[in-house]
């Protein structure tokens, strides 16, 4: 696999999760390399419309490049977090499905200049926006600890995190944090027991990521903003990498599918009664098969919701 491929999770199950209509407006929030956006594309006919989001700057480039000639489709270089605003801006209020593809692609996990992995040796950076001000050494070199240690327990779960705080700190006093493989050995010495198959960095690494590009702010508001847009009938389509994200998913479709709560003897009809989504089906997770050939896939679980009402 080349550096700018990135093999499509749940390819098939997120398309028909969207039920397109072939005359229907869809929103991809996360393009990455576009599969799921191509696949979009070949259900909708000619009156059908696809808008992309990425914050990457090199994933909106592949997508101007790669869809140049499609009428039907527009890359925005935002977050998704700016669905509503967007769409506002665009005259768009109907949306008939949104997917959401959350988390890294191959190609900025793979590019060692990113700074995502402890596996390739690179500058801390890990912002998905290169426009972002703010690296993750940036923040490694002068947060307090106590921050440092709330964020790798909160976004990472990490149980070391307090001691891996501490030798950061320590650490910086000698010499600046720079390079991904400065910080993963860090971690090593500061961690005393070891994961089964999990590198010890793992953790830290996915709390730093998530931390620097405000992700899970970022998916609250853009589920919120996805109930301002999708029209009734309309799909909502999830796919998570870990369980933070899950929970917060999850949480919103259940949350949203119990219409306001009142009192048991208040008579109520059944439509002041449902809520503004309708969950579809149970979360749905790759198959061993795709898991054999994508092992990146194994962590993956969508879920699915229809909106009730507009
Ligand atoms: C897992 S990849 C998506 C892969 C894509 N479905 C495909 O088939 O190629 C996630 C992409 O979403 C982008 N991304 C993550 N959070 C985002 C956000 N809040 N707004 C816009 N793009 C985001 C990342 O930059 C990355 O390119």
């Not at 790669?66 to 039907?72: E, L």
């Not at 949480?251 to 009192?263: A, E, K, L, V, W």
């Amino acid at each position: 696999m080349t550096h700018d491929t990135h093999q499509t999770v749940l390819l098939q199950e997120a398309v028909d999760a969207l039920k397109v209509r072939a005359d229907g407006t869809y929103i991809d929030g996360t393009y990455g390399r576009g599969g799921h956006s191509q696949a979009i594309l070949q259900q909708l006919g000619a009156q059908g419309r696809l808008l992309a989001f990425d914050k990457d700057q090199a994933a909106c480039e592949q997508a101007q490049i790669h869809h140049a000639q499609d009428q039907r489709f527009r890359i925005i270089n935002q977050s998704f977090a700016q669905l509503a605003a967007v769409c506002t801006e665009h005259n768009l209020s109907q949306i008939d499905g949104l997917l959401l593809d959350l988390g890294v692609s191959s190609p900025q996990l793979d590019q060692a200049a990113r700074g995502f992995s402890f596996m390739q040796a690179g500058p801390l950076d890990m912002r998905m926006d290169l426009n972002q001000s703010g690296t993750a050494a940036d923040w490694l070199n002068s947060a307090e600890e106590s921050h440092l240690a709330q964020v790798f327990k909160e976004y990472g779960e990490e149980r070391f995190a307090r001691r891996i705080a501490h030798a950061i700190v320590q650490a910086r006093i000698q010499q600046p944090l720079q390079t991904t493989q400065q910080l993963a050995q860090l971690i090593e010495r500061a961690a005393p027991i070891r994961e089964k198959h999990k590198h010890p960095a793992t953790r830290t690494f996915q709390a730093i990521r998530i931390f620097i590009n405000h992700e899970l702010d970022d998916l609250q508001t853009g589920l919120c903003d996805a109930l301002k847009i999708l029209r009734r009938g309309a799909r909502l389509v999830v796919i998570s990498f870990h369980s933070l994200e899950d929970r917060i998913v999850k949480h919103f479709i259940r949350d949203q599918s119990h219409g306001p709560q009142f009192p048991k003897s208040v008579p109520v009809m059944h439509t002041a009664s449902t809520g503004a989504l309708r969950r579809i089906g149970k979360a749905v997770k790759p198959s061993a098969a795709e898991v054999e050939r994508n092992p990146r896939a194994r962590s993956a679980i969508m879920r699915i919701a229809e909106v009730n009402h507009s």
